[in-house]
């Protein structure tokens, strides 16, 4: 088991940066994450992922350039940080873990956060 707890959510304006953190407990370090955000009345829908080790990350074709994910699997967390931040960005963001790499798909994830709300406001 896995258990997921998202933070660093909030209102920023368009242009703006965000970190989320995504703290895990229960050997993550086994696991490959991602982050899902999902807005009001839409799929939800992948943004990033990263290998166990780190070494490699994967991005939605919306966010790549804007958004960098990291691991420090010392500290049992994962990381979103978001520049360059738009209104379309605005979602509930989920951090999961799941047992297949380079995955976009919401059921290949096991385990998921409870998420944590990004606002961006133009």
């Known amino acids: 088991q896995v258990q997921l707890v998202e933070s660093g959510g909030g209102l920023v304006q368009a242009g703006g940066s965000l970190r989320l953190s995504c703290a895990a407990s229960g050997r993550p370090f086994s696991y490959y994450m991602g982050w899902f955000r999902q807005a009001p009345g839409k799929e939800r829908e992948f943004v990033a992922g990263?290998?166990?080790?780190?070494?490699?990350?994967y991005y939605a074709d919306s966010v790549k350039g804007r958004f960098t994910i990291s691991r420090d699997n010392a500290k049992n967390t994962v990381y979103l940080q978001m520049n360059s931040l738009d209104p379309e960005d605005t979602a509930g963001y989920y951090c999961a873990a799941g047992s297949r790499i380079f995955t976009v798909a919401t059921g290949d994830y096991e385990f998921w956060g409870q998420g944590t709300q990004v606002t961006v406001s133009s």
């Open positions: 990263i290998s166990r080790s780190g070494a490699s990350t």
